[in-house]
């Protein structure tokens, strides 16, 4: 069908004193309307400033989108002004992150924040916005919502913060809602909770659902299709199930073996395999595979050569010389 969001070989570019840092640098992905589209890689992937620059919120200077083309329902991010894009952003894109209290403020109560929100979008009365906050909160999972209004945000666990924000960010009814690593900070069982809401949400409201982690039990949890991102680029991009039965990219292979597996040995989890070394300076990469010093698998050519990104398989992308190689062995005899 058509996509809701259409990102096409998107290029932002840090201009700084050391160097030009290359946060994100030729992504391309889509979302379909009413999918969680996955987006994993480790800190400093370009993951947020990949999210950052569609809602065109990248700091400038020292930061710029150089190229690419971003598009909404068919219209233009990149050419609308800051009075179109302020139709758009916060309203028909909402967006979520790690720290609720970096987007509450500490000194309001949570009445006033969500009616502010909601008037600024919304066209009713003080009381009406009031009943909408309460049926906000409801809708999240909080108790006593009504009561629950007149607290200040320190007044709330964690994650019954992250469900506020949550329900801020739906106060708009948005099509897009981009979370930034949502649950990171939140422990195991109510990680859990809050990505049973978010798929919750997403049946009921019908939203797409951009979801940026570094954790791929998050994947499991919520995503339809993923992007895996290496420093700054997309290396591979299929369906959360094909990813997890037929990984392509080495890249993908390490993050799957850090997982932590529960064996029915009494040892319970098995041990951790982080993937050694360290991603590459963004504002330095020599030529060849970004990945290639962290590689078990890298070739002599996978130093001199960029491999392309490429289907191996339909609706299966991945940035690699192992299956170029493959293909110019089959080609040549
Ligand atoms: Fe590893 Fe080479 Fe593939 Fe890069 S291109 S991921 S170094 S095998
Ligand atoms: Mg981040």
């Not at 609308?80 to 000194?107: A, Y």
């Not at 913060?161 to 739906?170: D, G, K, S, T």
């Not at 360290?278 to 890298?298: S, Y």
Request: some cysteine; proline content about 6%; glycine content about 6%.
């Amino acid at each position: 069908g058509t996509s809701l969001l259409e990102v096409r070989n998107l290029k932002t570019h840090f201009f700084t004193k050391a160097g030009v840092v290359k946060a994100v640098d030729g992504v391309t992905f889509d979302i379909k309307p009413g999918e969680t589209l996955g987006i994993v890689g480790e800190s400093g992937s370009g993951k947020s400033m990949t999210a950052m620059s569609i809602m065109r919120l990248i700091p400038s200077p020292p930061g710029k989108i150089v190229g690419g083309e971003i598009e909404f329902e068919g219209k233009n991010l990149l050419s609308m002004s800051e009075k179109e894009l302020k139709k758009i952003r916060g309203n028909e894109i909402s967006m979520i992150f790690q720290d609720p209290m970096t987007s509450l403020n500490p000194v309001f109560t949570i009445k006033k924040q969500m009616v502010e929100t909601i008037l600024t979008h919304q066209d009713m009365t003080k009381k009406e916005a009031i009943d909408r906050a309460v049926e906000l909160l409801d809708l999240v999972g909080i108790p006593d919502a009504r009561a629950r209004l007149n607290n200040y945000p320190h007044e709330f666990s964690g994650g019954m913060r992250q469900r506020v924000m949550i329900a801020m960010a739906l106060s708009c009814d948005p099509k897009l809602l981009i979370a930034d690593e949502p649950t990171t900070a939140l422990d195991v069982t109510i990680q859990a909770q809050i990505l049973d809401l978010l798929n919750r949400l997403q049946e009921e409201m019908g939203m797409s659902i951009m979801m940026i982690t570094h954790d791929l039990g998050v994947v499991a949890e919520v995503c339809d299709r993923v992007m895996v991102m290496y420093a700054g680029q997309p290396v591979e991009f299929t369906e959360a199930a094909t990813l997890f039965d037929h990984p392509k990219h080495p890249y993908t292979w390490g993050l799957l073996n850090s997982i932590p597996k529960i064996t029915k040995k009494k040892e319970g989890q098995k041990r951790l395999e982080a993937i050694p070394g360290l991603p590459p300076d963004l504002r330095n990469l020599e030529a060849g595979c970004h990945f290639a010093p962290r590689c078990k698998h890298a070739m002599d050519s996978c130093y001199s050569k960029n491999p392309s990104y490429e289907p191996c398989e339909p609706d299966h992308f991945v940035r690699c010389l192992l299956y170029e190689e493959k293909e110019e062995v089959l080609s040549n005899d």
